[in-house]
């Protein structure tokens, strides 16, 4: 009888941060960095859950999730909450952890990987945009934005970043064999909504 083929690891990432967001797998298979994959935007605005679901289409796909690796924003509302949910509930569905790393980080590690020096600039509505640059994260007019990075040469290098945002943690499940006791945080999931402090024009994400 010939033995099962071995489980390889992955980590479902999810951000919602902008435009389409980002849903992709890391496979853990011993190379040094993993390798990825990441689902297509088959149409316009597609849900993150569809385009989850082209990466895991079964059990035997699902089964493989060690972990899964959100960004929390700050961001777009809607998309962070899209993403957040379907962190919880996949993780919630599979008795597996969730990883927490700050978009604003990750997005500038895209940024610099796409060879861009201009900040990121995420429209947040009618009105205002968040700056995301080397001083932080700020609400802006959308009038006054500085020039910003083109987005579409930083998603494809959003997963990656994600990633290694969140390497000590993944390293620490790694060494728990991917147990959710191993000290990686299982609580709710803490959004990071740009938000301007009261009375001021801009503001800082939190």
């Avoid at 316009?44 to 059990?59: C, F, G, I, K, S």
């Avoid at 990883?99 to 990987?113: E, G, K, M, T």
């Avoid at 802006?140 to 970043?161: C, Q, Y």
Wanted: hydrophobic share 50%; charged share 20%; with cysteine.
């Amino acid at each position: 009888m010939p033995s099962a083929t071995p489980r390889t690891p992955a980590l479902l990432i999810l951000d919602g941060s902008f435009g389409e967001g980002c849903v992709a797998l890391l496979h853990l298979d011993g190379e040094a960095a993993g390798r990825f994959e990441s689902a297509p935007e088959l149409r316009p605005h597609q849900p993150l859950v569809a385009r989850a679901a082209v990466l895991l289409p079964d059990t035997a796909a699902r089964s493989e999730l060690v972990a899964v690796l959100v960004g929390v924003g700050p961001g777009s509302y809607t998309g962070l909450r899209a993403a957040a949910s379907l962190a919880a509930g996949v993780a919630a569905a599979l008795n597996i952890p969730v990883i927490q790393v700050p978009s604003d980080r990750a997005l500038l590690l895209a940024r610099d990987a796409s060879g861009q020096t201009d900040p990121v600039v995420l429209p947040l509505g009618v009105r205002e945009v968040l700056v995301v640059d080397a001083a932080g994260s700020r609400i802006a007019e959308r009038s006054g934005a500085p020039t910003a990075a083109d987005l579409e040469r930083i998603a494809p290098h959003l997963a990656a970043a994600l990633a290694s945002t969140a390497a000590k943690a993944v390293d620490l499940l790694r060494v728990h064999e991917w147990r959710t006791e191993s000290g990686v945080e299982l609580g709710e999931i803490a959004i990071r909504y740009p938000a301007p402090p009261r009375g001021a024009e801009g503001g800082v994400a939190r």
